[in-house]
């Protein structure tokens, strides 16, 4: 890779860093071609990107945004994995890779949401909360229960006399 060629790779990761919402950091030591790619087509159909990139440039690129602070855990062999979309996603991607017993492990090192640096712990965390779809859902089912609630407290009333007349009937043995 020669300098004109790293410039532009530092650029492109430079705004990609400024325009994501979650990033992670993570070891990929011991993983085979065949699980790289598995990650790679899982990460993009969890609307995400998998970097594989020298620390120097890494670091170079995250001069003056807020992924600066994970400088210390760019060390060694490192995957980015990011997204500017649902970061629940990313992380329940990410932690499935790494709780493989059967194959080498990803090894999560840090993360950043929102301009907040997470360890691997949080990482986890994250990827135990509902996606945005169980909450778009959660919040449709919300709004659908309110008003069927009120229809509800506005049939009672309807509903209770015409039980009451019913059970008048047959005490007068009607039918």
Do not use: W
């Amino acid at each position: 890779m020669n300098r004109t060629e790293k410039t532009v790779k530092v650029d492109e990761l430079h705004k990609k860093f400024e325009d994501m919402t979650l990033l992670v950091v993570a070891d990929y030591q011991g993983f085979t071609v065949d699980q790289f790619t598995r990650l790679r087509v899982d990460l993009r159909a969890a609307n995400s990107e998998l970097h594989v990139v020298k620390n120097r440039l890494a670091r170079k690129a995250a001069e003056s945004t807020s992924v600066d602070i994970l400088g210390d855990s760019l060390r060694g062999p490192t995957a980015i994995a990011m997204t500017a979309g649902d970061p629940v996603a990313v992380a329940k991607v990410l932690v499935k890779y790494a709780a493989k017993k059967d194959e080498a492990p990803l090894r999560v090192r840090a993360g950043l949401l929102s301009g907040k640096r997470l360890d691997p712990k949080d990482v986890e965390a994250l990827a135990t909360l509902p996606g945005l779809p169980e909450l778009r859902a959660k919040f449709v089912g919300l709004l659908c229960a309110a008003p069927r609630n009120f229809l509800g407290v506005l049939q009672a009333p309807s509903r209770d006399m015409v039980g009451i007349l019913h059970a008048r009937g047959a005490a007068l043995g009607g039918e």
